[in-house]
């Protein structure tokens, strides 16, 4: 495991780097994506580091799965979508976290399955404002109270 002073959703998880958190127990904190992919997109991550999935423990891994599931209920009813996919990623940060995000666009969360071109580009999202982060938090912990 690497070293967790350094990891950025350990000192995310501890309150040393800022976030906006719309979850917090003792072993999980959600918190907003400050790039999101839509409005609400929340990561999961469990407290303790572990560098990927596949190392938690089953029982961690489906505890971001339940806390997942009742944040795209909540998701779904506040932005009125269809459906919230959800996701465990490890290729921009080594530490397990999970992405829950308000599908409005069946390519918000792309699969190289279905895309058609043999080259396709990307963007990065765009920071969202603080005040947006805060104000889609306060939406988001009210829903969950």
């Keep these: 495991m690497s070293d967790t002073k350094e990891?950025?959703?350990?000192?995310i998880a501890a309150g040393t780097v800022?976030?906006?958190?719309?979850?917090?127990?003792?072993?999980?904190?959600?918190?907003?994506?400050?790039?999101p992919i839509r409005p609400g997109h929340t990561q999961i991550v469990p407290r303790k580091h572990y560098p990927y999935f596949d190392l938690?423990?089953?029982?961690?891994?489906?505890?971001?799965?339940a806390l997942g599931q009742i944040l795209a209920r909540t998701l779904e009813q506040i932005y009125a979508v269809e459906r919230v996919g959800f996701l465990f990623t490890g290729s921009d940060i080594p530490h397990a976290h999970a992405h829950v995000v308000p599908m409005v666009s069946p390519t918000d969360i792309t699969s190289?399955?279905?895309?058609?071109?043999?080259?396709?580009?990307?963007?990065?999202?765009?920071?969202a404002s603080d005040d947006e982060l805060v104000s889609v938090a306060r939406v988001l912990c009210s829903a969950l109270e």
Excluded: K
């Design 7 to 11: 990891c950025l959703f350990c000192r």
């Design 18 to 35: 800022p976030s906006h958190p719309v979850y917090e127990s003792g072993t999980l904190y959600a918190f907003l994506d400050i790039n």
């Design 56 to 65: 938690m423990p089953s029982e961690l891994a489906a505890e971001i799965v």
């Design 112 to 127: 190289r399955q279905y895309i058609a071109e043999e080259s396709v580009t990307f963007r990065p999202t765009a920071r």
